[in-house]
């Protein structure tokens, strides 16, 4: 599976993006997409994933209720809504899938996924 995110830029703080990840795979039916984000000189964080076959979703602490992952099932693409966005949101955002009905017993480390696509940068200016 080769996976594809586009959709960052430059956005003032209060600003709103929305990310896309297009996967190559026939169907992303019994996979987990996940996005991840690294800033520079940080390491790698967990901002959300869904289920892809129940659309149930989850995401970190520091972006819920201002994140909203979705998915368009007919277009294999998974998107990643930022509205009211923070500096410290400044990061590398790619997205992972991983083979599997249900979450992986760690959702929140990359290790975990079997597939992990180039990123797009994302920068929030104060």
């Known amino acids: 599976v080769q996976l594809q995110a586009s959709g960052g830029g430059l956005v003032q703080a209060g600003g709103s993006l929305r990310l896309s990840c297009a996967a190559s795979?026939?169907?992303?039916?019994?996979?987990?997409m996940a996005w991840f984000r690294q800033a520079p000189g940080k390491e790698r964080e967990f901002v959300s994933a869904?289920?892809?076959?129940?659309?149930?979703?989850r995401y970190a602490d520091s972006v819920k209720g201002r994140f909203t992952t979705s998915r368009v099932s007919a277009l294999n693409t998974l998107y990643l809504q930022m509205n009211s966005l923070k500096p410290e949101d400044t990061a590398l955002y790619y997205c992972?899938?991983?083979?599997?009905?249900?979450?992986?017993?760690?959702?929140?480390?990359?290790?975990?996924?079997?597939?992990r696509g180039q990123g797009t940068l994302v920068t929030v200016s104060s």
């Open positions: 992972a899938a991983y083979s599997g009905r249900y979450y992986p017993n760690n959702i929140r480390d990359t290790d975990e996924y079997d597939y």
């Open positions: 869904i289920s892809w076959n129940f659309g149930a979703t």
């Open positions: 795979a026939r169907t992303l039916d019994n996979y987990v």
